[in-house]
């Protein structure tokens, strides 16, 4: 797992060309870039942690199935039927880690996906080819943020961002995420 999460981020890293110097400093589109890598790597580590959790929860299970066994070897039924149970939730538990592990996969893989689209698609439009509607970028409401800053900060109008959205008006939640349009 852990070679695929490395591959992963040495694609995007090389997407995105991190690491170049620059005289005049970063410009809006790689700062984005940069936030948008934090943000993954982020949620990444989020991932990671909650695999850990599971795993560690079932290496838990294990040791008590075995300790149970262990005492059931001179008990009855009811000690089998608690076996029994135990060996029901490590499988549960099995199936979830797969599951967990199969979404972050699916997960990193489309937002690469995206990514190298997204990039495909900026390096067309700056090339004469006119920005589709549908690129852009996702941005995740933070405390104390309004939407004229959000659209501020990615230089577009308020009214691209509340269109792209479906919004009726400015009002954003905090963790409500938004498609933020590129700029035409």
């Known amino acids: 797992m852990k070679p695929i999460l490395i591959l992963g981020l040495a694609v995007l890293l090389s997407v995105w060309g991190v690491g170049c110097a620059s005289m005049t400093g970063p410009t809006p589109e790689e700062a984005r870039r940069e936030a948008d890598v934090q943000m993954m790597a982020q949620r990444l580590n989020e991932l990671q942690e909650q695999v850990q959790a599971v795993q560690l929860e079932n290496q838990t299970l294990v040791r008590e199935m075995e300790q149970v066994r262990a005492v059931s070897r001179g008990s009855g039924a009811t000690t089998q039927s608690r076996v029994d149970a135990l060996e029901k939730q490590v499988q549960s ?9 199969q979404a972050i996969i ?53 009214s691209a961002i ?17 498609f933020i349009p590129e700029k035409r």
């Open 162 to 178: 509340r269109q792209a959205n479906r919004m009726k008006s400015d009002t954003v939640r905090v963790g409500q995420k938004l």
């Open 106 to 158: 699916d997960d990193i893989s489309r937002k690469i996906q995206g990514m190298l689209a997204g990039s495909a698609s900026r390096s067309s439009s700056s090339s004469g080819g006119g920005s589709s509607s549908d690129t852009g970028y996702e941005h995740v409401v933070k405390s104390g943020e309004t939407l004229s800053e959000i659209a501020h900060a990615y230089g577009v109008s308020t």
């Open 93 to 101: 538990l099995q199936k979830a880690r797969t599951e967990d592990r």
